[in-house]
């Protein structure tokens, strides 16, 4: 079973960068779909973006389009989140979640998921 | 991208209850409907995919029905562990969307 460790709390300026590291184990991470969901506080759920690491492949939620990249080193089993010009709105707690690369299309749901990185964005 | 409204947003209930929460689509996603359960500062685990299909190791009382726009999560006796907040989620169009969320209490 696929199991994902994400990197630590981050607190950002307004207009900074943060880039937040999932690693995954125990799973085949070149052909899973590594995508990320982020959770402002006492909010829903909001889906990001994905990458196939095998193939490089992103796609992006247009909310997003310009101002997150989405990475992966298929070295190191290791996937990227880089989200640019922070806000205060951004403030957030953002996960990394795994699916088999068969559920592309999440019609299995989002079954693996990472505990989750706080970013705090506050001047 | 598709909306997705539950209801009720919050809802108080006993040990041993039976619990139905309502998620719909703003239009038709067959059964490409998911449920998750999520607890203060832990991640969502997902319950239920395609609608009805009990995801693995999650109990029986668990369970999901529906298809096209309205989906119903059940959870047939409630016992103290599942006081979460239930999410459901689309999986119909290339952008995932989730509802709201549900908060299930005491």
């Known amino acids: 079973q696929v199991q994902l460790v994400q990197s630590g709390a981050e607190v950002k300026k307004p207009g900074s960068s943060v880039k937040v590291s999932c690693k995954a184990s125990g799973g085949t991470f070149s052909n899973d779909n590594m995508g990320w969901v982020r959770q402002a506080p006492g909010q829903g759920l909001e889906w990001m973006g994905k990458i196939i690491p095998i193939l490089g492949l992103t796609n992006y939620a247009q909310k997003f389009q310009g101002r997150v990249t989405i990475s992966a080193d298929r070295s190191t089993s290791t996937g990227y989140m880089e989200l640019r010009s922070l806000r205060s709105e951004d403030t957030a707690v953002y996960y990394c979640?795994?699916?088999?690369?068969?559920?592309?299309?999440?019609?299995?749901?989002?079954?693996?998921w990472g505990q989750g990185t706080a970013v705090t964005v506050s001047s | 991208d598709i909306q997705m409204t539950q209801s009720p947003s919050s809802l108080s209930a006993s040990v041993g209850d039976r619990v139905t929460i309502s998620c719909r689509a703003s239009?038709?996603?067959?059964?490409?409907l998911h449920w998750y359960q999520q607890k203060p500062g832990k991640a969502p685990k997902l319950l239920i995919y395609?609608?009805?299909n009990l995801q693995s190791g999650v109990p029986s009382r668990v369970s999901g029905s529906g298809s096209g726009t309205d989906f119903t999560l059940t959870i047939s006796s409630l016992q103290p562990e599942d006081f979460a907040t239930y999410f459901c989620?689309?999986?119909?169009?290339?952008?995932?969307?989730f509802g709201q969320g549900t908060k299930l209490e005491i």
């Open positions: 239009q038709n996603i067959d059964t490409h």
């Open positions: 979640v795994s699916t088999a690369g068969t559920n592309y299309y999440y019609h299995k749901g989002m079954d693996v």
């Open positions: 989620q689309q999986s119909h169009s290339g952008t995932p969307t």
């Open positions: 395609g609608a009805s």
